[in-house]
């Protein structure tokens, strides 16, 4: 019975770094996006989002223990972001991810910073957010322009 145990949490580490290591390459990827000098690609920002959100969402389910109070705070003050405001919500979403993968507490496995892991788990929350309102505002801009 304990070797499943073992090999459960050892999968779920697996999956864990494969998500981590995803996040990254997936931001980077939005960042190469946003700097060339094409127009924006909403079908491909659309997916990129959507794979950065499942990803998030699963890391936050190992790593983030939220307070039903603070989620429902969280709900309150977020918005919809509009359409003018998709460059800045994707920038705004890769600086986040980048404060997460760069947070001292997966620098230091070993060290426990009650502080610096609460960020991490704030700046993950932000992740979701972002690339969820993100996803929905590109795949709606990806079916406008299609009808044009």
């Known amino acids: 019975m304990k070797t499943t145990g073992r090999r459960g949490a050892e999968a779920e580490a697996r999956q864990m770094s494969a998500d981590f290591k995803r996040l990254q390459i997936l931001r980077n990827d939005v960042v190469r996006h946003l700097q060339s000098d094409k127009p924006l690609d909403y079908k491909f920002i ?40 998709l460059t800045d919500a994707l920038v705004k979403m890769c600086k986040r991810i980048d404060s997460f993968t760069e947070n001292p507490v997966f620098k230091l496995p070993d060290v426990v910073d009650v502080k610096e892991s609460g960020k991490a788990g704030r700046d993950l929350l932000d992740v979701i957010r972002l690339s969820g309102d993100v996803n929905k505002l590109a795949e709606r801009l990806s079916k406008t322009t299609q009808r044009k």
């Open 46 to 85: 659309a997916a990129g989002t959507e794979e950065i959100n499942r990803r998030a969402a699963r890391l936050k389910a190992h790593l983030v223990r939220e307070a039903p109070e603070a989620a429902k705070k969280e709900q309150e003050k977020h918005a919809d972001i509009g359409d003018g405001q």
